[in-house]
């Protein structure tokens, strides 16, 4: 230590000099770095170059962690290697802290190469913070293959220091590459904090990710996952319009696919319900929409199911949709008058309620029938109530 000190002392007084440039400056600290003879030593200059929090020393530090990089397998012992790592930690922290642009070799070097964990996730890190978009798809796929289980860590703590770091530079880079890993750290079984951020950080890095999320929709064939899309979709800060159009998707997803594996069902009544609510508020008038819901109302899966399609199917107040529910209340009218017994009459009245909700004229003709179906009289008495609401 005393040695460092002196250099120390003879380069401050040096450094003092009016007529020192930037350029000499760096390549004094660069001798310095170069020629300290243990890892001590280099700590304790580069604790001195740290402090300075110079864009000048951006190329001193640059070379000192290319040295560390290159040097790594002569390191001998555990306590050598710890003391190693925290000096390349500093390094690579304060090229961060500095947005050195020019580091990112360097730092993909660190990243992959060392067998720290936290060294590792400090250098992904710090690829985020310079913007190195160009190691955009590198850590998507490293964050890939963690979500798959291929990683040279077991530890849980280990293992979500790097899938934490991975997420937090995805975000900041803001690459598309990187949404469908984030997406599946956001599903994965990772402790709740790492989730949640995976959560935000889809919300920030990709604003319409819509078409993204169409791909994981088509090509996923767990049900679960595809709730999980409409979930992201609907927090995403894509138009109204686009998340409509995957809530349309979704529920045309879930119409076709039967399956007799009870999660799965329970998951497609997920979707399901999760797209018609979706349709409820951001479809408008949309045709297209409205066929879906009409088919859901119809195929009947669940009385939750068929009332929420009808719920949404009255929020869009459209002529069309008057139409579909006209036609489908003319026919539980016909099924009433024919002798059918309903269990109860939940799906009639919401039927009702959906059309007086629209207003429309289109709906009186079979608001009225209900008068002469041989419903309750509370199902005839919001029909009238109905009929008052149309136009």
């Not at 190469?113 to 190195?132: N, T, W």
Request: proline letters at 3%; glycine letters at 6%; one cysteine or more.
């Amino acid at each position: 230590m005393l040695l460092v000190r002196r250099n120390l002392l003879v380069l401050a007084l040096v450094l003092f000099s009016p007529i020192l440039f930037a350029n000499e400056v760096t390549a004094v600290w660069t001798r310095l770095y170069g020629t300290a003879a243990t890892t001590e030593q280099k700590l304790a200059i580069m604790t001195n170059i740290v402090e300075q929090h110079s864009r000048e020393m951006i190329p001193v530090l640059q070379d000192a962690l290319e040295q560390e990089v290159n040097n790594l397998e002569n390191i001998s012992g555990s306590t050598q290697r710890d003391r190693v790592y925290s000096l390349m930690r500093m390094i690579v922290d304060e090229l961060g802290d500095l947005k050195a642009t020019a580091s990112a070799d360097v730092l993909s070097a660190v990243s992959e190469e060392v067998s720290d964990p936290f060294l590792q996730a400090a250098a992904i890190r710090a690829l985020g913070k310079i913007g190195a978009a160009g190691n955009a798809q590198e850590i998507a796929f490293r964050l890939r293959n963690i979500n798959l289980g291929i990683t040279e860590f077991t530890a849980r703590e280990e293992v979500e220091t790097i899938v934490s770091a991975c997420v937090e530079t995805l975000e900041l880079l803001r690459r598309p590459v990187g949404f469908s890993p984030v997406f599946f750290t956001a599903i994965g079984r990772y402790s709740a904090p790492v989730i949640q951020r995976a959560e935000r950080a889809m919300v920030n890095m990709i604003d319409d990710p819509t078409d993204l999320l169409l791909e994981i929709l088509t090509y996923e064939n767990d049900f679960a996952i595809k709730y999980q899309v409409l979930l992201v979709g609907d927090r995403s800060k894509a138009p109204e319009e686009r998340k409509a159009f995957l809530a349309k998707e979704a529920l045309d997803q879930g119409l076709k696919f039967e399956t007799s594996d009870r999660r799965q069902q329970i998951s497609l009544s997920n979707l399901r319900t999760k797209a018609a609510n979706m349709l409820k508020q951001y479809a408008g008038a949309d045709d297209e929409a409205f066929i879906l819901l009409d088919q859901m109302v119809r195929k009947s899966f669940s009385m939750t199911e068929s009332l929420t399609a009808l719920e949404a199917l009255g929020a869009s107040g459209s002529d069309a949709a008057a139409r579909l529910l006209a036609a489908y209340l003319g026919e539980l009218n016909s099924r009433r008058k024919e002798g059918y017994t309903f269990s109860n009459e939940k799906i009639v009245r919401a039927t009702i309620n959906a059309l007086g909700n629209i207003g429309s004229p289109i709906g009186r003709p079979a608001l009225i029938e209900v008068e002469f179906s041989n419903w309750s009289g509370d199902t005839r008495r919001l029909a009238r109530s109905a009929l008052d609401k149309l136009k």
